[in-house]
């Protein structure tokens, strides 16, 4: 016979609930300000667009609008769309071959594919500058045969092609990340029973393997597209007016920093646009890559390996070869061989802003995670959910100006004469660093939200069961299982951080030069063959932080979970 529920048993489960929330409520305050502070940039760059401006900004932002804003826009259209094209077949079939087929040498290519993002878009545009002049004598046989509106037509598409290609080669590993995870799992179960019915290898991969991977594509892409909409050091050197580099232009050449705000806001909208898109379109569809019952990759012979070798040293040549053999020769008959204090002094202000960066989103984004974890409140799942897009959708020159936006704000509240206001107002690198951290925060607390969600609920339960605040849970249970996790974020932030050109060109002090800052200096003195030194240090530390994260890193997650 059953008995009978004890009297005090719903008195007791509401006491215990009463309790955990208690203990949350301060780390919710936390967590909220955290987030409300990283979000302030982004929402002083939306109130520029919004608020439309008055006095001398209304002239200066019509003289914009008419000869800058809509060419700026068609060049930015142009690259991203070309850029996520090419990406997408350098990565796809890369991405293929690694997961679902068996050949000599897969581990190693698995890893090599990856490196290229070691090395910055404006680093590779640098590098190409020898064999972009090869082509000027063809370029000036035109102009003699065929006239000047030619010339300039060809001579446009000429740049155009370089960008693209530049881009492609260096930026398609996050399109081969995502489809790699994509064709591993479900989707090579699927694929076997497809073949197994009598489908060819193409057909397989056009109904079965690429509708699958369609979310991770399109989220690849769209993290392409981010970056070459954030970029300013490649476009700049090769002469396109892209959106970030009419910011620039419109900041520092024409001293219209209310017209650069505005500017940025309406690209912030433009692209907010498009990650509601990007949301809307993938839904609630995702991917599965769980390893229970995958049969085993067909073996390839002697003619599929070389293909498969091809296919994926294509890009891990054009990536990251070529730009490092080129460096290294220039570095060999570089005539600035005293340069090694200089390298030294920004690669130690690298590491510095770096480190800190790193640390600052990873406390960050644990406790915004965290709270959105144990609360599981919806307004607590939509502000982690919006951290974690707004930073990394807003490229380095709108964050740039919502972080003047908000200093400026900042100054009429607390005037520099007050000991806060000379504290907080006059040190550059301070607002460096934050504009840096609502940047790559994202990074943080997306690896840590897809980390906790392979830990089962029930583990949370239990430990609440036997008396543990969701604080101690978190250290002693979620901690040690999002460590892998955590380490991968750690060095993704880290070496975003060290190319990151944009924001630290806007925000840095006069006397602070990292390693990309320095690098872009020389570059823009005509000094081509002396950016090799820094280059290379810079590639270098980014390709040990990619290596590490590939080989023991975050993907290894999956498989230590119980």
């Known amino acids: 016979m059953q008995k009978p529920p004890k009297a005090g048993s719903d008195a007791l489960v509401r006491s215990r609930s009463g309790q955990i929330c208690g203990s949350l409520l301060s780390w919710r305050i936390l967590a909220w300000l955290c987030a409300l502070t990283l979000f302030a940039p982004v929402v002083c760059v939306l109130w520029e667009a919004i608020v439309p401006g008055h006095g001398s900004d209304a002239g200066s932002w019509d003289h914009v609008r008419a000869n800058l804003l809509w060419p700026a826009i068609r060049d930015t259209a142009i690259l991203v769309a070309g850029v996520c094209l090419f990406s997408g077949l350098l990565g796809v079939p890369a991405a293929w071959c690694i997961s679902t087929l068996q050949f000599r040498?897969?581990?190693?290519?698995?890893?090599?594919?990856?490196?290229?993002?070691?090395?910055?878009?404006?680093?590779?545009?640098?590098?190409?500058?020898?064999?972009?002049?090869?082509?000027?004598?063809?370029?000036?046989q035109i102009r003699q045969e065929m006239g000047v509106d030619a010339f300039l037509m060809i001579e446009l598409i000429h740049r155009f092609a370089w960008l693209i290609l530049i881009f492609s080669a260096v930026l398609y590993p996050y399109v081969f990340l995502a489809c790699r995870s994509a064709f591993s799992g479900s989707s090579r179960r699927l694929a076997?029973?497809?073949?197994?019915?009598?489908?060819?290898?193409?057909?397989?991969?056009?109904?079965?393997?690429?509708?699958?991977?369609?979310?991770?594509?399109?989220?690849?892409?769209?993290?392409?597209?981010?970056?070459?909409?954030?970029?300013?050091?490649?476009?700049?050197?090769?002469?396109?007016?892209?959106?970030?580099?009419?910011?620039?232009?419109?900041?520092?050449?024409l001293g219209e920093l209310e017209t650069a705000r505005r500017l940025a806001g309406w690209m912030l909208l433009g692209i907010f646009t498009l990650v509601l898109l990007e949301q809307w379109q993938r839904g609630r569809r995702g991917f599965v890559?769980?390893?229970?019952?995958?049969?085993?990759?067909?073996?390839?012979?002697?003619?599929?390996?070389?293909?498969?070798?091809?296919?994926?040293?294509?890009?891990?040549?054009?990536?990251?070869?070529?730009?490092?053999?080129?460096?290294?020769q220039w570095w060999r008959a570089s005539t600035m061989p005293d340069a090694a204090p200089e390298i030294f002094a920004a690669a130690r202000n690298s590491l510095f802003l770096g480190?800190?960066?790193?640390?600052a989103c990873l406390l960050l984004g644990l406790v915004i995670a965290g709270v959105a974890r144990f609360t599981k409140r919806r307004s607590d799942r939509l502000m982690a959910h919006g951290s974690g897009i707004a930073g990394y959708a807003s490229p380095g020159a709108v964050m740039a100006a919502g972080v003047f936006a908000l200093a400026a704000a900042l100054r009429a509240w607390f005037p520099p004469e007050s000991w806060l206001g000379a504290r907080l107002l006059s040190d550059s690198l301070l607002w460096l660093g934050f504009g840096l951290t609502a940047r790559y925060i994202a990074i943080a607390i997306q690896m840590a939200k897809q980390s906790q969600s392979l830990i089962p609920l029930v583990n949370d339960s239990a430990s609440s069961t036997l008396g543990r605040s969701p604080l101690q849970s978190f250290i002693s249970i979620h901690l040690p299982l999002m460590r892998p996790a955590l380490a991968g974020a750690a060095i993704l932030i880290f070496v975003d951080v060290c190319k990151e050109l944009p924001l630290c060109l806007m925000l840095r002090t006069?006397?602070?030069?990292?390693?990309?800052?320095?690098?872009?200096?020389?570059?823009d003195q005509g000094q081509i063959w002396a950016t090799a030194a820094p280059s290379l240090v810079l590639i270098l530390t980014c390709l040990l932080g990619l290596t590490l994260v590939e080989m023991f890193g975050w993907r290894h997650q999956r498989r230590r979970q119980p």
């Open 289 to 328: 890559s769980g390893q229970e019952g995958i049969p085993p990759r067909p073996k390839c012979g002697v003619m599929g390996s070389i293909i498969c070798w091809l296919v994926c040293l294509i890009p891990v040549v054009l990536g990251l070869l070529v730009p490092l053999l080129i460096l290294v």
């Open 355 to 359: 480190v800190g960066v790193t640390l």
């Open 510 to 523: 006069f006397d602070f030069e990292t390693l990309g800052t320095w690098t872009w200096g020389l570059a």
């Open 105 to 140: 040498g897969r581990g190693l290519l698995s890893v090599l594919l990856v490196l290229p993002l070691a090395v910055p878009p404006y680093v590779a545009a640098f590098a190409s500058t020898e064999a972009r002049e090869a082509f000027i004598p063809t370029l000036a």
């Open 192 to 253: 076997e029973a497809s073949r197994a019915l009598g489908s060819g290898g193409w057909a397989t991969f056009r109904k079965i393997n690429l509708p699958l991977a369609r979310p991770a594509l399109v989220a690849g892409l769209f993290l392409v597209a981010m970056e070459v909409i954030n970029d300013y050091g490649a476009v700049h050197h090769l002469g396109i007016n892209t959106m970030t580099v009419t910011i620039f232009r419109t900041w520092f050449s």
